[in-house]
């Protein structure tokens, strides 16, 4: 990056852009906390400086064609593969009942304070990597890890109300506290979020669960109240007390578990999403508090509020599949002495390739149970149970197919063939090495079609 940085000073050198680029967010940040960013964002102090350096760049062949943002007065150039965005210092206002900011040209000063907040309000010269602390308190903010908005924070969360979840997604990316003021701010204003655009949000949400403190993240949604308007169904597990697998509230136990769980969004999302339907399916009796079914109910629910996030079908699929088959293994033990070789064939099957997210989730949460039912061996036994059955099976697949089942029974596609490919599968689980013939002989014998 210092490379790019420097191709840039010398083509701007005795020019009108000399002292007026400035490095400004998340880079200047990074290098005073002295972590690498590939994240370049330039300041121009001139009307439409920011598409007019980049038109420079790429003139000089320095630079690929600029992608021109006319409205804002940005462009998106490409250096040495490295993506830079150049845009004037501008000043934003807002008309009443319009979230679409008018904008245009403005100082330095200007362009600071509409910035979110101080620790990303920083600039550093291109010429000579000079850093300016404009509001006076990024670079102490960063030395005292605080997230804190560059203006009253009524203001900074009204003009977009995402900021707030960036404040979120600041402190536990960074291990940084929000600010009294700034958490007061996002208190008052939580509700604003119902005019943010799910996609938004869900992108925000990614980025807290994927840090290394996702359970803070969610600790700070919910003490804030944005969770109510993200996923409200989270709030309503807290003070769901449980039965004596368990020495937390379902909330505690889901954060636990979700910290417990490696930084992958499948699993991260099922982690938080496990139990969601444990307030609706606790029963009490006189055996105690029991969650009859409530993965099946939990993996619907969970389509439910994905679905609402806009996440990618093939996500919210690997997830409710995780949420549904989560339970499969409680009542085996740690040991799975119990667990026949044919279950432990049938599990391979059903997960295929999700087979090692689904033991990642069950692992957490195994371990977020009380001390003397947290089963802490039981996925290391069964990865031993798989890897011995994957010799057994020998990569071998399914030698029936629904064509071979409607030639040997002479039946038209329809309902009847995926019932006997279920049969089919269910004695080939049970005898590996059986051939097709074999199989469809077997079913003929027993099975009444």
């Given at each position: 990056?210092?490379?790019?940085?420097?191709?840039?000073?010398?083509?701007?050198?005795?020019?009108?852009?000399?002292?007026?680029?400035?490095?400004a967010g998340g880079f200047v940040r990074d290098k005073i906390m002295g972590k690498e960013s590939n994240?370049?964002?330039?300041?121009?102090?001139?009307?439409?400086?920011?598409?007019?350096?980049?038109?420079?760049?790429?003139?000089?062949?320095?630079?690929?064609?600029?992608?021109?943002?006319?409205?804002?007065?940005?462009?998106?150039?490409?250096?040495?593969?490295?993506?830079?965005?150049?845009?004037?210092?501008?000043?934003?206002?807002?008309?009443?009942?319009?979230?679409?900011?008018?904008?245009?040209?403005?100082?330095?000063?200007?362009?600071?304070?509409?910035?979110?907040?101080?620790?990303?309000?920083?600039?550093?010269?291109?010429?000579?990597?000079?850093?300016?602390?404009?509001?006076?308190?990024?670079?102490?903010?960063?030395?005292?890890?605080?997230?804190?908005?560059?203006?009253?924070?009524?203001?900074?969360?009204?003009?977009?109300?995402?900021?707030?979840?960036?404040?979120?997604?600041?402190?536990?990316?960074?291990?940084?506290?929000?600010?009294?003021?700034?958490?007061?701010?996002?208190?008052?204003?939580?509700?604003?979020?119902?005019?943010?655009?799910?996609?938004?949000?869900?992108?925000?949400?990614?980025?807290?669960?994927?840090?290394?403190?996702?359970?803070?993240?969610?600790?700070?949604?919910?003490?804030?109240?944005?969770?109510?308007?993200?996923?409200?169904?989270?709030?309503?597990?807290?003070?769901?007390?449980?039965?004596?697998?368990?020495?937390?509230?379902?909330?505690?136990?889901?954060?636990?578990?979700?910290?417990?769980?490696?930084?992958?969004?499948?699993?991260?999302?099922?982690?938080?999403?496990?139990?969601?339907?444990?307030?609706?399916?606790?029963?009490?009796?006189?055996?105690?508090?029991?969650?009859?079914?409530?993965?099946?109910?939990?993996?619907?629910?969970?389509?439910?509020?994905?679905?609402?996030?806009?996440?990618?079908?093939?996500?919210?699929?690997?997830?409710?599949?995780?949420?549904?088959?989560?339970?499969?293994?409680?009542?085996?033990?740690?040991?799975?002495?119990?667990?026949?070789?044919?279950?432990?064939?049938?599990?391979?099957?059903?997960?295929?390739?999700?087979?090692?997210?689904?033991?990642?989730?069950?692992?957490?949460?195994?371990?977020?149970?009380?001390?003397?039912?947290?089963?802490?061996?039981?996925?290391?036994?069964?990865?031993?149970?798989?890897?011995?059955?994957?010799?057994?099976?020998?990569?071998?697949?399914?030698?029936?197919?629904?064509?071979?089942?409607?030639?040997?029974?002479?039946?038209?596609?329809?309902?009847?063939?995926?019932?006997?490919?279920?049969?089919?599968?269910?004695?080939?689980?049970?005898?590996?090495?059986?051939?097709?013939?074999?199989?469809?002989?077997?079913?003929?014998?027993?099975?009444?079609?």
């Open positions: 990056m210092k490379d790019v940085i420097k191709i840039i000073a010398d083509a701007i050198r005795e020019t009108k852009f000399e002292n007026n680029a400035f490095i994240d370049l964002d330039i300041v121009i102090s001139l009307p439409d400086g920011g598409i007019e350096l980049a038109k420079h760049l790429y003139e000089k062949g320095l630079s690929s064609r600029p992608v021109i943002f006319q409205r804002f007065g940005t462009a998106q150039i490409i250096i040495k593969n490295f993506k830079i965005e150049f845009v004037m210092a501008r000043k934003e206002s807002y008309r009443s009942k319009n979230r679409k900011p008018d904008v245009a040209h403005g100082t330095i000063n200007e362009d600071i304070y509409r910035r979110d907040f101080t620790i990303n309000a920083l600039i550093m010269n291109v010429m000579n990597n000079e850093v300016q602390d404009i509001t006076g308190k990024g670079i102490s903010d960063i030395k005292s890890k605080i997230i804190r908005a560059t203006s009253p924070p009524n203001i900074i969360f009204e003009e977009d109300p995402l900021r707030m979840l960036r404040a979120v997604r600041f402190a536990v990316q960074l291990n940084f506290t929000i600010d009294k003021e700034t958490m007061m701010g996002i208190i008052r204003n939580a509700e604003m979020l119902k005019h943010i655009s799910r996609e938004r949000i869900r992108d925000e949400l990614i980025k807290i669960l994927l840090s290394s403190a996702p359970a803070e993240g969610i600790i700070i949604m919910i003490d804030s109240g944005i969770m109510q308007y993200v996923i409200p169904e989270i709030v309503l597990l807290k003070g769901v007390q449980q039965n004596k697998y368990h020495d937390k509230d379902v909330l505690g136990h889901t954060l636990q578990v979700l910290q417990n769980t490696h930084d992958e969004i499948i699993i991260r999302l099922s982690a938080l999403l496990h139990d969601i339907s444990k307030p609706q399916t606790k029963t009490i009796d006189e055996k105690g508090i029991h969650f009859y079914r409530h993965e099946v109910a939990g993996a619907k629910r969970a389509r439910k509020i994905l679905n609402d996030l806009k996440f990618p079908k093939d996500t919210i699929d690997k997830v409710t599949k995780l949420i549904k088959n989560h339970m499969r293994l409680k009542s085996f033990g740690d040991t799975l002495e119990t667990l026949s070789d044919v279950a432990v064939r049938r599990l391979m099957f059903q997960m295929q390739d999700d087979l090692e997210l689904l033991l990642s989730l069950i692992h957490a949460d195994n371990i977020s149970h009380a001390e003397a039912y947290n089963l802490p061996s039981q996925i290391l036994n069964l990865k031993l149970r798989v890897a011995s059955n994957i010799k057994k099976i020998n990569g071998k697949k399914l030698p029936v197919t629904g064509r071979d089942i409607m030639l040997h029974f002479e039946i038209s596609e329809g309902q009847n063939v995926g019932k006997i490919l279920d049969i089919a599968n269910e004695i080939w689980l049970k005898h590996p090495s059986w051939n097709k013939l074999e199989i469809l002989n077997k079913i003929e014998l027993e099975e009444e079609l």
